[in-house]
């Protein structure tokens, strides 16, 4: 999986590619993220192709994207958008004049659960008539979005995936980024970053080009201009009617041929400005109904090997999804009666991997899918169910309420032998399991009858356990007490993580999903009721959750940060001035329990190489992998606040 695409358009930027890349790898490896750099050339006339092919024949993170001409700077990154892969999508211009070097300041703020972070120039080395006028259009972008931002014009910023997969939709020819990013007002966190001077080349933007690109930006985001006119042109007349009775009562001919003279000139010019606005509008409605792209690419370049392999897979996957449908088509023919008729809700990968062991059963037809919209709030790092539906024809529902009675009466409609929840979000009503024959089944990824609820992944990790497991039972209305139809037991490994964990489930639902099926569809099986008094029920988990008490032991808080650490928010602590420090991994410290005694909670007591031993309310724990805040460069920045008692002290929660 990647984790960080980084998009630069690039436009006669010779000069200045060499370091910009030296300074991106330079960055980017620092991190310890996987990522991609995507250069899209907006049709340069210099060296720069040139560059950028050398530079991918060499590097398999980096891919080139060559426009067929110059689109502009904002459907260069459209075009990035559209390849990129990672979960975090970094823009920055070529220029390097937002220096690479603050890329990790934005991923701290996203880390700390933004779905934006956007920078705001300091010191900026621009004329006095680009300052001006950028504040000029900051200042009506808020009024106009109703935002607080500074820095509109700064392309140094992060997004989280959901937010540019909306900013996907959004294929206005006049798009301009950071303005449409404001728009879909997301949660969004604006940061001081370095600005510099060019160091080679011109800038793209020429006092005309400016003065058109803001125009563009105006006019994009709002009907204000055009509404503007038309509150001129009536205080005009209104002005021209005060002129006339002026001019009437004087009784002076002369006076009134000048005012009237006068009254014509600027009636005139408000009605040619009014229609220069009005065309400007009917050019971009004319653009959008003849629906000229965004962008046309000439060439991608990759590593040839890895383009190689990659179009062999999907010409080998071509072939296979046209021979499971060939060969779905025949079984269809034939055994269309002994087919069982299967709805799956199912959602994340659980979801996704139970639907792929449903197509791979000859005996089951899967007539029809349910699954939740994804929320832009949350990090999709898993495969989409939607997504594999449709790529075998399946119908797809996606409602905010799975019990309307719209949807009951649709599922009815398909004539269900059986319902299958696969890491589904919401309870079916006893409404909705009626319309199967043999009602719904559920999977579990616990040993039922502990850990029913929410997040059993998470918190059997949270708790300690050695070993959890996948259960399938059958639903009633009682959420996760149904009896159980088979279980297998999975072992925790002492360092495995929430992820770990869960590809561990996944890898035996095939398994489980085709063992379960076969007894429930078999009469005479019977299956097991639960045990309630070995019963516990926990509650959905919630990124606040994540919070450290170092007043715990070691152990505990080595097992809370394995259970909510990447791809889930991560556990952290926080300074009373609000600065959260994020903690991604770590280890205990061996058969040392108590470094310190004496020494309270939360204070760091010894290093281990670069890493931190932090007190706790028994032994000690070491910080492997964190994340600052963006204001400060080392960890110790974080630990010396000012309103702590002792240097050394970590910000009590």
């Known amino acids: 999986m990647i984790e960080l695409s980084v998009i630069i358009p690039i436009y006669n930027e010779a000069e200045n590619l060499p370091e910009l890349y030296r300074r991106l790898r330079q960055t980017l490896d620092a ?121 509109y014009g700064c392309m140094l910023r992060a997004y989280r995936r959901p937010v540019v997969e909306m900013m996907r939709q959004i294929r206005d020819k006049s798009l301009f980024i950071p303005a449409t990013a404001a728009w879909l007002q997301v949660k969004t966190k604006e940061i001081p970053i370095k600005h510099e001077a060019r160091p080679g080349g011109k800038s793209k933007y020429p006092l005309l080009r400016l003065i058109r690109l803001n125009f563009d930006l ?19 007349s209104i002005f021209g009617a005060i002129i006339a009775l002026y001019a009437t009562f004087q009784g002076s001919q002369n006076r009134s041929v000048l005012y009237i003279s006068a009254l014509l000139c600027i009636l005139f010019g408000a009605v040619l400005l009014s229609l220069g606005i009005l065309g400007e509008y009917m050019g971009r409605m004319y653009r959008q109904v003849r629906s000229q792209p965004l962008y046309l690419i000439k060439e991608v370049r990759e590593i040839k090997e890895v383009r190689e392999i990659k179009e062999v897979r999907e010409i080998k996957e071509v072939r296979e999804i046209k021979e499971v449908r060939e060969i779905k088509e025949v079984r269809e023919k034939k055994k269309s009666v002994d087919r069982k008729r299967v709805v799956l809700f199912g959602y994340h990968d659980i979801g996704y991997v139970a639907l792929q062991t449903l197509l791979n059963l000859d005996h089951i037809n899967v007539v029809a899918v349910v699954t939740h919209p994804d929320d832009t709030q949350e990090n999709i790092w898993f495969r989409s169910v939607r997504e594999r539906s449709f790529q075998n024809c399946i119908p797809v529902y996606q409602p905010n309420n799975v019990n309307a009675p719209e949807l009951v009466v649709q599922i009815q409609g398909y004539h269900p032998d059986l319902l299958i929840s696969a890491h589904f979000r919401q309870i079916l009503s006893k409404e909705l399991l009626q319309t199967a024959s043999l009602g719904g089944i559920n999977l579990h990824a616990s040993m039922l009858p502990k850990y029913r609820g929410r997040a059993p992944i998470n918190w059997a990790i949270v708790n300690g356990e050695s070993e959890t497991g996948l259960t399938m039972h059958i639903m009633e209305r009682r959420v996760d007490r149904g009896p159980i139809i088979i279980q297998q037991r999975v072992p925790i490994g002492f360092k495995d993580t929430a992820l770990d964990l869960y590809k561990k489930i996944c890898e035996i639902i095939p398994e489980i999903l085709t063992e379960g099926l076969s007894r429930r569809f078999n009469p005479a099986f019977i299956p097991t009721r639960q045990d309630e008094s070995r019963a516990t029920k926990y509650p959905g988990r919630i990124p606040e959750d994540g919070k450290i008490d170092w007043n715990c032991p070691a152990i505990e808080i080595y097992n809370l940060i394995r259970a909510v650490t990447r791809p889930y928010p991560g556990a952290f602590c926080q300074s009373k001035e609000g600065l959260q420090l994020y903690v991604w991994k770590a280890d205990l410290t061996g058969d040392k329990p108590d470094l310190s005694p004496g020494i309270s909670p939360g204070k760091i007591v010894s290093w281990e190489g670069n890493c931190p031993i932090v007190q706790t309310g028994k032994g000690g724990i070491i910080l492997l992998e964190y994340s600052l805040p963006y204001n400060c460069e080392q960890i110790q920045d974080f630990f010396l606040s000012e309103n702590l008692a002792k240097k050394n002290q970590i910000p009590n929660l």
Do not use: M
Not at 122 to 136: I, T, V
Not at 221 to 229: F, R, T, W
């Open 218 to 236: 105006l006019t994009s985001v709002s009907l204000l201009p055009i509404q503007l006119i038309g509150g001129s042109g009536l205080c005009l």
């Open 31 to 151: 991190i310890s993220r996987t990522y991609e750099l995507i250069f899209v050339d907006d049709g340069s006339a210099d060296q720069s192709v040139e560059l950028l092919t050398r530079y991918s024949q060499t590097d398999e993170r980096l891919i080139t994207i060559r426009l067929a001409r110059n689109f502009g700077q904002h459907a260069a990154i459209c075009a990035g958008f559209d390849r990129a892969k990672g979960e975090i999508l970094i823009t920055l211009d070529g220029d390097l004049q937002n220096p690479p070097e603050e890329i990790p300041k934005l991923i701290s703020i996203i880390d700390q659960g933004y779905d934006a972070a956007v920078g705001w120039r300091q010191n900026r080395q621009d004329s006095w008539f680009r300052k001006l006028a950028s504040l000029a259009v900051n200042r009506a972008l808020n009024r106009i979005l109703e935002t607080d931002l500074h820095d």
